[in-house]
Nanobody, 115 residues
């Protein structure tokens, strides 16, 4: 059974930082691309960042220069370092892994940026 477990969300003031982590089980993690998405209340889920199995990265324009995606295949873990957080970053953040038609999601972790 495939499972993705996110951690690291919470409440942070504007300008602060958080680091999200996602630990995968049930898959050969190194074979999969991985991504982070967020979904704000009343809005659609949208991609924030991704990293292919080969290490190629993508960032949404809204987070470029502030967020960094990384992965540790040995630990089967993906990370999203979020710096200079803004109130508009407030959302539930989801981890995703993908390979061909195989597509798996974590349960989400809440990130709230507020003073």
């Amino acid at each position: 059974q495939v499972q993705l477990v996110e951690s690291g969300g919470g409440l942070v003031q504007p300008g602060g930082s958080l680091r999200l982590s996602c630990v995968a089980s049930g898959i050969i993690f190194s074979d999969y691309g991985m991504g982070w998405y967020h979904q704000a209340p009343g809005k659609e889920r949208e991609q924030v960042a991704s990293m292919s199995s080969g290490g190629n990265t993508y960032y949404a324009d809204s987070v470029k220069g502030r967020f960094t995606i990384s992965r540790d295949n040995f630990r089967r873990q993906g990370n999203l370092q979020m710096n200079s957080l803004k109130p508009e970053d407030t959302a539930v953040y989801y981890c995703n892994t993908y390979m061909g038609r195989n597509d798996y999601w974590g349960q989400g972790t809440q990130v709230t940026v507020s003073s």
